[in-house]
T-cell receptor, first 112, second 111 residues
Framework: NAGVTQTPKFQVLKTGQSMTLQCAQD?????MYWYRQDPGMGLRLIYY???????DKGEVPNGYNVSRLNKREFSLRLESAAPSQTSVYFC???????????FGQGTRLTVV | GQQVMQIPQYQHVQEGEDFTTYCNSS?????IQWYKQRPGGHPVFLIQ?????EVKKQKRLTFQFGEAKKNSSLHITATQTTDVGTYFC???????????FGQGTRLTINP
């Protein structure tokens, strides 16, 4: 069992380019999340999906879109990357309700 | 702004000293969770507190949930080098599924 798998692990983009970060889980969890981590800012919630077919904005959704493709997969898209989106991105999943979150290994994104 | 606040942002201690990080929410939380992230790693769940005034222990780690369920703390007794990392609190904001994290406290230890 891989748990939560994020691809790619590293990416460098030029300003204005687009890309999609992929997240897949084999834990049969209902809820999935995208966070970004910046020094001094902790983990900030970008978007989440409480269940298949639903998505909701988090604390910092501007500049991002998401797709809950199916129960297993939750992707994060940057349509026009900006240097301010340089960050480490984490995907997380939870079974449901007030349960623990399981994180992927992270994607380190640099926008130049 | 950030709905779950955590202090301090950084803490450096000598090995063997105690360490405490504090978490405060602007709203009452149904529960609070604590995570640890080792340098270069991803956050890993430590514990969840649910009841008002709850205290839980894991070896040298003591977790408390405030009576009003708006604050929490993590205390480590006699730190060891294996405790190095960033400690995060997290709580559900505006619904059970919206899990929001604090800024984290980065602990470094002088051996």
């Amino acid at each position: 069992n891989a748990g939560v798998t994020q691809t790619p692990k590293f990416q460098v983009l030029k300003t204005g380019q687009s890309m999609t970060l992929q997240c897949a889980q084999d834990m049969n969890h209902n809820s999935m999340y995208w966070y970004r981590q910046d020094p001094g800012m902790g983990l900030r919630l970008i978007y989440y999906s409480a269940s298949e077919g639903t998505t909701d904005k988090g604390e910092v959704p501007n500049g991002y879109n998401v797709s809950r493709l199916n129960k297993r997969e939750f992707s994060l898209r940057l349509e026009s990357a900006a240097p301010s989106q340089t960050s480490v991105y984490f995907c997380a999943t939870r079974r449901t309700g007030n349960t623990e979150a399981f994180f992927g290994q992270g994607t380190r994104l640099t926008v130049v | 702004g950030q709905q779950v606040m955590q202090i301090p942002q950084y803490q450096h201690v000598q090995e063997g000293e105690d360490f405490t990080t504090y978490c405060n929410s602007s709203t009452t939380l149904s529960n609070i969770q604590w995570y640890k992230q080792r340098p270069g790693g991803h956050p890993v769940f430590l514990i969840q507190l649910v009841k008002s005034g709850e205290v839980k222990k894991q070896k040298r780690l003591t977790f408390q949930f405030g009576e009003a369920k708006k604050n929490s703390s993590l205390h480590i007794t006699a730190t060891q080098t294996t405790d190095v990392g960033t400690y995060f609190c997290a709580g559900p904001i505006q619904g059970a599924q919206k899990l929001v994290f604090g800024q984290g406290t980065r602990l470094t230890i002088n051996p």
